[in-house]
C-alpha cells in the first residue's frame, strides 16, 4: 500500500515547520508530509506528484497568504484533484473565504491558529480515513465495472440491451 501524503501549505515557515514536526513525528510511517510556502508551489507539487502516479490525500492550507488566498488553492485543488481532502488552517478569515471553501472545495475542516497539536493531528487522520475509504469504493466500483463488461462480453450483451 502507498504512503499517503499531507501537503501543508502556508507562507509562513515557522507555521510549515511546525505542521511537518507535529504530523511527522506523530503520524510517522502513516504519511509523507509535504510542504510549500504558496499556491502556486502547491499546484505545482501536486502536478508533479501527479506525473509520478501519486496524488496528494489531504491539504492543510493557511488561509491568508500572498497572491493565492487559501480558498482559491482548496478550489483549484477541488477542481483538478477531487479525491484530496481539504482542510483550512488560518488565525483570520473573512466568512466569504470560508463560505466559499466550504461550498466550492469541499472543505472536510476549518482549524484555527494558534492549533492544538492533538485537534490538528485527528483532523489529519480523520481526514486520511475519509480519503482511503474513498478511494476503496472507487477501487470497488471499478472492479465491479470490469468484471460487468467481462461477463457481458460473453453473454454477448449489454446491461440495457432487452
Known amino acids: 500500500m502507498h504512503s499517503n ?13 511546525a505542521l511537518r514536526i507535529v504530523l511527522g513525528k506523530i ?5 509523507i ?22 496524488e496528494v490525500s489531504v491539504v492543510v492550507s493557511d ?3 500572498p497572491q493565492m488566498r487559501g480558498d ?8 483538478q484533484y477531487p479525491n484530496t481532502v481539504n482542510i483550512m488552517l488560518t ?37 486520511l480515513k475519509s480519503y482511503n475509504q474513498h478511494r476503496e469504493q472507487i477501487e470497488k466500483i471499478d472492479t465491479l465495472q470490469r468484471r460487468i463488461a467481462e461477463l457481458e462480453a460473453k453473454l454477448g450483451v449489454g446491461v440495457g440491451d432487452q
Open 91 to 127: 488565525g483570520q478569515s473573512d466568512l466569504e473565504g470560508v463560505k466559499r471553501a466550504i461550498n466550492q472545495a469541499n472543505l472536510y475542516r476549518f482549524l484555527e491558529k494558534p492549533f492544538n497539536n492533538a485537534d490538528l493531528v485527528l483532523t489529519v487522520r480523520s481526514a
Open 27 to 31: 503520524l510517522g510511517s502513516e504519511v
Open 33 to 54: 508530509v509535504e510542504i510549500a510556502s504558496s499556491g502556486k508551489e502547491a499546484l505545482l507539487l501536486c502536478a508533479e506528484l501527479e506525473a509520478e502516479g501519486r
Open 5 to 17: 501524503i499531507v501537503l501543508c501549505v502556508d507562507d509562513d515557515s515557522t507555521v510549515l515547520a
Open 72 to 79: 482559491e488553492l482548496l478550489v483549484r485543488i477541488h477542481q
Open 63 to 65: 488561509f491568508l497568504m
